[in-house]
C-alpha cells in the first residue's frame, strides 16, 4: 500500500484503489503515526494530540479510531490474526510500512542520497514532483503538525536548490530559470537561490541579467535584514564581472557544500572568517550575533533555529574570547529551543543544544550553569547519535569535549573525545574537524607527559591546516613548541631555559594579532612563572606584565619573590578555587606552591585534594601550550604540608 502526507493526507491499496481513512480524527492518528517514521507513538501523546481537553473516554474512543484504520488498511487481514500494518508496541501505535512506501519517506531517502553524491537527480527530481501542497495540509491547527510541515519545507526547499546545484555543476540547468525565478520570488532571503538563478541566467547567456539579480539580492539582504551578501554571492559577482565562470555548457565546481545547503546569511561568511583569524575572527564574532538577531526579527523559529545552529567552527579552548556574545548566542539558543516546543525536530534540537555547550566556556560559568551546560552537551551527543549525521555528532562532541573540565584530572577522558572526533572527521571528509580531532589529542597527550604523540598530532594538525586555510593552528603548535622546550630545558644537555623563553616570546608574537583574547590574555606570563618554576626560581615581578584571567593565582608567588609575605599570605586567603578550564591543574599547583611556601596547611590540604585525581598529568599542559611540571611534584609538597605538625 502506499499512504501520502505531502500535501492532503491520502492512502492508496497496491491496485491503485483509494482507501476510506475515516473522518479527521482518523486521519490525524495516521499522520502522526507516518510523522513518527517507524517509532511508537504513545496513547497519551496520540489522546493529547486529538483532544485540547480530553474526554474522559478518549483512550476508549482512541481505540476505536485505530481499530477502524485496522480494517481499512488491512482489509483482507484474517480474523484474529495480529496486524502488520497498525501495529500495538508497549504504550502505544507504530506504523510499520517499508519507506518507499511512504512519500515523505521516500523524499527524504532520496535527498540524503542526493546530498551524499550517490545518486542522480532524477529521483530527487520525482520526489519533489510528489508535492502536491504543504506536507499534512488537512491538519492545519496540529501543533506537531505545525512543526513537521516547517521542517518539510526546509527539506524541500533544499531539495529544489540542491537538485539545481547538481544540474548546473554537470553542465547543464540554462532551462532553470524560470523555476528558479519563481523559487527566489517565494523565498528572497535565502542566498542560495539567488546565486543559483545568477548562475542559470548566466548559463544561459544572460549576463546583465544575472548581475542584475545578484544586485537585487544585495539590496533585499541590507534593506530587509541589515546584512551584507555571504561569501558565495560575492565571489560569483566578482567572477561573473572578471569574466571567469566557465562557458556554458562546461561542468563546473562552485562555492558550496551540498550536504550543507539551506539558508544562507551571513553566518556562512562569518563561519569562513572564523577560522582566518586576526581581523577576520573578529568580524566572524560580529557577524555571527548580526545573523542571528536578523533570524531572529524575522519571527521564523526554524529560521532562527537554522542560523543560530549553523556556526559550527570548531572550538578547542575553554574560556570565551567574547562572554557576552557567548551569553547573547546561549541565550538566543535557549529562547529557540523553549519556543519550538517538546516536538521540535530532532536535528535543529541537536544543533541548538550542542551550540549551548559550545558558547558555554567552562571558564565563564557558575556551577548551576556548568551543570546545564554539561547536560545540553549530553543531549546533542545522545541526539546526533541516534540521527546518525557524522557532522552533527563533531559539532556535540566538540561540546562535550568543552564541557568536559567540571573537575582535574579528565586528560584520558578528553583523548577518548578528541579520538572519536578525530575518526569521524577522517571517515566523513569533515576537515576542520579532523584539524580539532588532532589538537584535542594534542593537548591530552601534552598532558599526559606523552610529548612524541602530542607531537606527532601537532605535525598532522599542520599539515590538514594547510588544505583548510586554518591559519590559527600554526600559531597553537608554536605554542606547543615552545612547551616541549621548556620541558626539555630542564634535562641535562637540553636546551637553556633562555632559549625556551624566546619560544615563548616568539609564540606570544604570533598569538598577539590573532583575534583570540580568551587564549591570549596572561598566557604569556603564565608561560615565563612556569618556566621559571620548572627551575626552581622565583616568579617574574615586571609590572608591565598582563597575568589577565590568572592574576589571582599567580599574585602571591609574585609578592613572594618581592619579599611581601603577609600581602601574599592574605592574597592566598582570598583566592577562590580556580575556574574548571584547560589551566584549572596548574592554576590548583601555583595554589599548592604558595599554600606550602607559606606554610598553610588548611590551603595546602585543600589544593592537594583538588590535585590527587590529577597526579600522573603535567600541569598547564592540557593546555598544550605551557607547563609548570608533573602536577605529582606538588601534590606531594601539598600533601607533606598538610599533614606537618602544628609546630613545624
Given amino acids: 500500500m502506499q499512504i501520502d502526507v505531502l500535501g492532503a493526507i491520502r492512502a492508496f491499496h497496491d491496485d491503485g484503489t483509494p482507501v476510506g481513512l475515516g473522518g479527521p480524527r482518523h486521519r490525524e492518528v495516521l499522520a502522526r503515526l507516518v510523522a513518527a517514521d517507524g517509532r511508537m507513538v ?101 501543533a506537531w503538525a505545525r512543526r513537521e510541515r516547517t521542517r518539510l519545507e526546509e527539506l524541500r526547499l533544499e531539495a529544489v536548490e540542491l537538485r539545481a546545484r547538481v544540474l548546473l555543476d554537470q553542465g547543464g540547468g540554462a532551462g532553470l530559470v524560470a523555476e528558479l525565478g519563481a523559487h527566489v520570488g517565494e523565498h528572497p532571503w535565502r542566498e542560495p537561490a539567488w546565486e543559483l538563478l545568477a548562475r542559470a541566467l548566466h548559463r544561459a ?101 537554522r542560523i543560530i545552529g549553523a556556526y559550527d567552527v570548531p572550538a578547542s579552548w575553554s574560556r570565551a574570547d567574547d562572554p557576552g556574545q557567548s551569553r547573547a548566542v546561549v541565550a538566543a539558543a535557549e529562547r529557540t529551543l523553549a519556543a519550538l516546543g517538546p516536538d521540535r525536530p530532532a536535528d535543529l534540537a541537536a544543533r541548538l543544544l550542542a551550540t549551548i555547550a559550545v558558547e558555554s566556556r567552562s571558564a565563564d560559568l557558575s556551577e548551576a550553569a556548568s551543570r546545564r551546560a554539561r547536560q545540553a552537551a549530553e543531549r546533542a551527543e545522545a541526539l546526533a547519535r541516534d540521527l ?78 594547510a588544505t583548510t586555510e586554518a591559519r590559527l593552528v600554526s600559531v597553537l603548535t608554536g605554542w606547543f613548541r615552545a612547551r616541549v622546550t621548556a620541558a626539555l630545558s630542564t634535562e641535562p644537555g637540553g636546551p637553556s631555559a633562555a632559549a625556551a623563553a624566546e619560544e615563548f616570546r616568539a609564540a606570544e608574537d604570533a598569538l598577539r594579532p590573532a583575534g583570540m583574547p580568551g587564549l591570549h590574555r596572561g598566557l604569556f606570563p603564565l608561560a615565563l612563572l612556569g618556566l621559571r618554576l620548572l627551575h626552581g626560581r622565583a616568579a617574574p615581578t615586571d609590572p ?71 597526579r600522573a598529568e603535567h600541569a598547564g599542559a592540557a593546555s598544550g601550550l605551557l607547563t609548570l611540571g608533573p602536577v605529582a611534584r606538588y601534590l606531594a609538597e601539598a600533601e607533606e604540608c598538610a599533614a606537618a605538625p602544628d609546630n613545624a
Fill in 42 to 142: 504513545t496513547t497519551d501523546t496520540l489522546v493529547d494530540g486529538l483532544w485540547t481537553d480530553p474526554p474522559a473516554r478518549a483512550v476508549g474512543a482512541l481505540r476505536t479510531f485505530v481499530a477502524a484504520l485496522r480494517r481499512a488498511l488491512e482489509p483482507d487481514r484474517p480474523p484474529r490474526t495480529p496486524p502488520r500494518v497498525l501495529v500495538t508496541e508497549g504504550p502505544g501505535y507504530a506504523l510499520r510500512l517499508p519507506r518507499e512506501n511512504v512519500d515523505v519517506h521516500r523524499f527524504e531517502d532520496a535527498l540524503a542520497r542526493t546530498r551524499r553524491g550517490s545518486d542522480t537527480v532524477t529521483e530527487l527530481s520525482a520526489a519533489l514532483a510528489a508535492w502536491r501542497g504543504p506536507a499534512y495540509a488537512d491538519m492545519p491547527d496540529a
Fill in 205 to 305: 547567456g544572460r549576463q546583465a541579467d544575472a548581475l542584475a539579480a545578484l544586485r537585487r539580492a544585495r539590496t533585499m539582504l541590507v534593506d530587509q535584514l541589515g546584512l551584507d551578501p555571504g561569501a558565495a554571492l560575492q565571489k560569483l559577482e566578482a567572477d561573473i564581472l572578471n569574466g571567469s565562470v566557465p562557458p556554458e555548457g562546461a561542468p563546473t565546481t562552485w562555492t558550496g557544500s551540498r550536504a550543507r545547503l539551506g539558508p544562507r546569511t551571513t553566518v556562512d561568511l562569518a563561519r569562513t572568517l572564523a577560522l582566518a583569524g586576526g581581523d577576520a575572527l573578529v568580524h566572524s564574532r560580529r557577524d555571527r550575533l548580526a545573523a542571528i538577531q536578523a533570524a531572529e526579527r524575522t519571527g521564523d523559529l526554524s529560521l532562527a533555529a
Fill in 388 to 465: 546518525a549525521d557524522p557532522a552533527l555528532l563533531a559539532f556535540a562532541l566538540n561540546g562535550v569535549f568543552l564541557q568536559s573540565f567540571n573537575r582535574p584530572g579528565l586528560a584520558a577522558v578528553r583523548d577518548r573525545i578528541g579520538a572519536e572526533i578525530l575518526d569521524l572527521a577522517t571517515r566523513h571528509d569533515l576537515h576542520n574537524f579532523a584539524v580539532l580531532g588532532r589538537l584535542v589529542r594534542l593537548q591530552s597527550a601534552s598532558a599526559l607527559g606523552d610529548l612524541d604523540a602530542a607531537t606527532a598530532h601537532a605535525v598532522a594538525a599542520e599539515e590538514l591546516a
Fill in 544 to 614: 608591565r606584565l598582563d597575568w589577565g584571567p590568572y592574576a589571582t593565582w599567580a599574585r602571591p608567588l609574585v609578592l613572594l619573590a618581592q619579599g611581601r609575605d603577609e600581602e601574599a599570605r592574605a592574597a592566598l586567603a582570598t583566592a577562590p578555587a580556580p575556574p574548571r578550564d584547560h589551566m584549572q591543574e596548574a592554576l590548583w599547583c601555583l595554589t599548592a606552591r604558595a599554600a606550602v611556601t607559606l606554610g598553610e596547611r588548611a590551603t595546602a590540604s585543600r589544593a592537594a585534594s583538588a590535585l590527587r585525581d590529577a
